[in-house]
């Protein structure tokens, strides 16, 4: 067999294999996200998200926003920024507060189906959910006391939050529900594919190479530089059919994805999810500052608590006595 011939058998072998495995985490995550979604719709039919929005309105008060700014981000964090940001151009914020909000959006958002993806890659749900909750807030504090006030007048508008028709919430909800299951299904299986392909060809090696000196300053092991790219690009949600596929072939083991997980609960999504909000008047210096820095943080923590818990464990044999 020639060189290009193997160069092509590999290339069909691994995307043969990719297939496979895409298909069937693309069933798991489908099912997950639209069950998700419709419990979500249902809630905000209730009128369940705008009371949970009102119990928080005295702690947004306590971070230079106005009440209205709980709905964003109980919204943002039980949906997604789509649907937070659809909430503050209704409601409309002057550029301080869209800055605060996105930070806080962007640390938590789609807290649901996104901590089940880390569960599942090996994380502790609770663990995720707090970190990323207590970095919402660190980061409405942070900014609060450090960026100047503003004097512009912002202008309420009333919003019109329940639809009264449930025949239209819920065509509403199917419509965008078959978008969103269309292109995370496309997202899944080109990702898996390509990710097995570059695995096969040697790809993902020589890049772990290159990102080594950039993911040791966030305390990440090498062998997680495909993951990261993918989680900072695409995001969480789109990449857990790669990050499950790594774990399920033993190329990166439990503890270097918790590590991964600890890092993208803090940030990931740094292409999509950053425009957005820097559309709409947030600041992307703050957007990739505070969060990057969140992320090296929690990171070091991990493996420093890590570290002294192993180091109080008794030895086997000493247990075994």
């Known amino acids: 067999m020639s060189a290009n011939q193997k160069y092509f058998s590999d290339v069909q072998r691994a995307t043969k294999e990719g297939l496979r495995s895409a298909l069937k985490t693309a069933w798991w995550m489908l099912r997950l996200t639209v069950a998700i979604s419709f419990g979500v719709m249902l ?7 705008v009371q949970v929005s009102a119990w928080l309105t005295p702690l947004f008060l306590h971070v230079g926003l106005q009440g209205e700014a709980a709905l964003v981000f109980i919204t943002g964090a039980l949906v997604n920024h789509y649907a937070a940001i659809a909430i503050i151009e209704t409601i409309g914020f002057d550029a301080r507060s869209i800055t605060i909000l996105a930070l806080m959006c962007l640390c938590a ?7 089940i993806i880390q569960k599942k890659t090996g994380s502790s749900a609770v663990r995720m959910v ?11 504090v942070t900014l609060n006391a450090i960026l100047p006030e503003s004097a512009a007048d912002v202008s309420v508008k009333k919003v019109q939050l329940v639809e009264d028709n449930f025949l239209v919430v819920l065509t509403h909800w199917a419509l965008s529900a078959l978008s969103l299951s269309a292109k995370m299904f496309a997202i899944i ?3 898996t594919v390509l990710q097995r392909v570059l695995a096969e060809l040697g790809v993902i090696r020589r890049l772990s190479r290159v990102l080594r000196p950039l993911l040791k300053v966030f305390g990440l092991p090498a ?8 989680s900072q690009t695409l995001g969480l949600a789109y990449g857990a059919a790669v990050m499950m596929e790594e774990k399920e072939s033993g190329k990166v083991n439990k503890r270097e994805l918790d ?14 999810d950053v425009m957005l909000y820097f559309s709409i008047g947030a600041s992307l210096f703050w957007m990739f500052a505070l969060r990057l820095a969140f992320a090296a943080a929690v990171v070091w923590e991990r493996r420093l608590l890590s570290g002294l818990l192993k180091q109080n464990q008794p030895p086997a044999n000493a247990a075994s006595g």
Request: hydrophobic share 60%.
């Open 189 to 191: 299986v080109v990702l």
């Open 109 to 115: 958002h789609n807290l649901i189906i996104e901590t």
């Open 223 to 230: 062998k997680t530089s495909f993951l990261w790219m993918v």
């Open 130 to 140: 707090a970190i990323r909750l207590l970095l919402a807030l660190i980061s409405a």
């Open 43 to 49: 809630l905000q039919y209730l009128g369940v998200v």
């Open 259 to 272: 590590l991964l997980n600890h890092h993208i609960a803090a940030s990931h999504s740094n292409i999509e």
